[in-house]
């Protein structure tokens, strides 16, 4: 009996394992993994091409051909994380001098300057790297807050946006801003409250983590709900509760608990 080619082709073949399938990223809750497609799996808004709107397009020599919006290989170093980037990347590519020349790997570092930005919903001034695309999402936005709860996880990228927009959600949340002003925190609430629609309180929780962090955190949650007592605790109530129970039988049956020789009785030491 032969075996159509399609069966056997899902007969011998092995899924790759990921970190979903195996491991600590299979006990991770649904929150998590709902932020992680958002950050590390949607397709992120193009910003070294513009994309070409259709399927098709004419070039000047009048042939039809296809449209293809081909976003470009970026790279993301680790100071990335460090800053406020605004979706740019270091852009990777070839260099070529002229014609009889070998072309030469080449990458175009976006630009970046130091700034302070200020948060409205957290009350601070914090100083960290932007660049020039960054600073005009901001003024476009009307404020720094409006940019970072407004844009995806994606967009944002880096670690330090993620956990700004964490711990914006959490006051918010929790209305835990202007401890000190009543007046305020209404005011700052009634004007970011609508960002919060998107989630639950769970899912702000988990939102903004890094991979090491996510688990670090469910393994701190799992070993604080493992109480452990020691035995000889156990032991000493155990003890307590037999002499309870001896005690009150010696009154049932008329004998004088004040009496020590009672104790002697039970006193697994003798």
């Not at 970190?19 to 799996?41: C, H, V």
């Not at 990777?92 to 302070?116: C, D």
């Not at 156990?234 to 037999?242: A, L, V």
Request: glycine residues 4%; charged residues 30%; contains cysteine.
């Amino acid at each position: 009996m032969s075996v159509p080619k399609e069966l056997s082709k899902k007969m011998y073949r092995i899924q790759k394992p990921t970190r979903w399938t195996s491991g600590i990223g299979l006990e991770l809750p649904q929150a998590y993994k709902k932020f992680w497609r958002e950050w590390k799996i949607t397709a992120p808004e193009p910003v070294h091409f513009i994309p070409k709107e259709g399927k098709y397009e004419k070039r000047d020599d009048g042939t039809v051909v296809p449209v293809q919006n081909i976003p470009l290989p970026l790279k993301y170093p680790k100071e990335i994380d460090q800053g406020i980037w605004g979706g740019e990347a270091v852009v990777q590519g070839f260099y070529k001098s002229s014609k009889y020349t070998r072309r030469t790997v080449r990458y175009w570092v976006p630009q970046l300057k130091k700034s302070v930005i200020y948060s409205e919903i957290l009350d601070k001034y914090m100083r960290t790297m932007v660049t020039d695309r960054a600073i005009d999402l901001i003024h476009k936005n009307y404020g720094f807050d409006h940019y970072i709860l407004k844009t995806k996880a994606c967009d944002l990228r880096s670690l330090l946006a993620l956990h700004l927009k964490r711990e914006m959600l959490i006051n918010l949340a929790d209305k835990t801003l202007y401890p000190n002003d009543l007046v305020k925190r209404e005011e700052i609430y009634a004007k970011y409250e609508k960002y919060l629609e998107p989630y639950t309180r769970e899912e702000i929780e988990w939102y903004g983590l890094s991979w090491a962090e996510a688990c670090k955190k469910h393994i701190d949650a799992r070993r604080a709900a493992i109480k452990i007592v020691p035995l000889k605790v156990t032991y000493r109530q155990e003890f307590i509760q037999h002499l309870m129970t001896e005690k009150q039988r010696m009154i049932e049956e008329g004998e004088d608990p004040s009496d020590g020789s009672w104790l002697s009785k039970i006193n697994p030491f003798k």
